[in-house]
T-cell receptor, first 117, second 116 residues
Framework: AQKITQTQPGMFVQEKEAVTLDCTYD???????LFWYKQPSSGEMIFLIY??????QNATEGRYSLNFQKARKSANLVISASQLGDSAMYFC??????????????FGTGTRLTVIP | EAGVTQFPSHSVIEKGQTVTLRCDPI?????LYWYRRVMGKEIKFLLH????????ESGMPNNRFLAERTGGTYSTLKVQPAELEDSGVYFC??????????????FGSGTRLTVV
C-alpha cells in the first residue's frame, strides 16, 4: 500500500492567493515525521516544513503551514500569498520512527503547482 | 558548508551500456541515501548507507544496480547493463544520525538518466 498519497497531479493558483496541497499518509508506527519539499525546475529538493507526530501544534514556516490532522492521517501544505517563484513540484514525505538509525523517507508522487500572474 | 553534490547532472546512454553516478554528501554526514524518481511516479528509496556499510538496500530494483561507499565518504551507484526502465532522476541525500533537526536531510540536485 502507498505510504504517502498526493491526489493532485497539478494545481493552479492566482498570484497572492492561498493554495492547499493535499497529502495523506499511512503508517502504524506511532512515531513519525512528515516533510514537504519543493523541487523547482532547477532540480534541487528544497526542504520546506516538518511536522512530528507528537507535535501538538501545526508547523509553520513563513508563508508555509502544515495542516496536520492526525486522526485523518492528513498533512496538507498551505501556501499563503502565492508568488510566481512558488511554481514548482511539491513532494510530501514521511519518515517512520524518530530515533537513532535515521530511517529513509517515503515520498508521494508530487503535485505540480503553477502560480498564475 | 558545501551541499550534497551529484555527478553528472545528466546522462544519456544506450541500452546495455554502463553508467556510474556519483554522490558527495555533506562532510561529517554518516548517512547517505539513494532515491529514484521515474517520470510521473513517486520518489522511491533505493538504499541507505551508514558510513561505508549498507544499512538498508531493500529498494534496489535488481542486481544490475551496485552501490558502494568506499571509506564512508562519497558513494557511487553503477547500473550495468542499463535498461530502458532505468531512466529517471536519481537523487542522493545525506544526514547526521539521527537527523537532529527537522531539515536534517539534505538532497542533491539529482542525476537525470536517460537510457535510449
Amino acid at each position: 500500500a502507498q505510504k504517502i498519497t498526493q491526489t493532485q497531479p497539478g494545481m493552479f493558483v492566482q498570484e497572492k492567493e492561498a493554495v492547499t496541497l493535499d497529502c495523506t499518509y499511512d503508517t502504524s508506527d506511532p512515531s513519525y515525521g512528515l516533510f514537504w519539499y519543493k523541487q523547482p525546475s532547477s532540480g534541487e529538493m528544497i526542504f520546506l516544513i516538518y511536522q512530528g507526530s507528537y507535535d501538538q501544534q501545526n508547523a509553520t514556516e513563513g508563508r508555509y503551514s502544515l495542516n496536520f490532522q492526525k486522526a485523518r492521517k492528513s498533512a496538507n501544505l498551505v501556501i499563503s500569498a502565492s508568488q510566481l517563484g512558488d511554481s514548482a513540484m511539491y513532494f510530501c514525505a514521511m519518515r517512520e520512527g524518530l530515533g537513532l538509525g535515521a530511517n529513509n523517507l517515503f515520498f508521494g508522487t508530487g503535485t505540480r503547482l503553477t502560480v498564475i500572474p | 558548508e558545501a551541499g550534497v553534490t551529484q555527478f553528472p547532472s545528466h546522462s544519456v546512454i544506450e541500452k546495455g551500456q554502463t553508467v556510474t553516478l556519483r554522490c558527495d554528501p555533506i562532510s561529517g554526514h554518516d548517512n547517505l541515501y539513494w532515491y529514484r524518481r521515474v517520470m510521473g511516479k513517486e520518489i522511491k528509496f533505493l538504499l541507505h548507507f551508514v558510513k561505508e556499510s549498507k544499512q538498508d538496500e531493500s529498494g534496489m530494483p535488481n542486481n544490475r544496480f551496485l552501490a558502494e561507499r568506499t571509506g564512508g565518504t562519497y558513494s557511487t551507484l553503477k547500473v550495468q547493463p542499463a535498461e530502458l526502465e532505468d531512466s529517471g532522476v536519481y537523487f542522493c541525500a545525506s544526514s547526521q544520525d539521527p537527523p537532529i533537526t527537522a531539515d536534517g536531510y539534505t538532497f542533491g540536485s539529482g542525476t537525470r538518466l536517460t537510457v535510449v
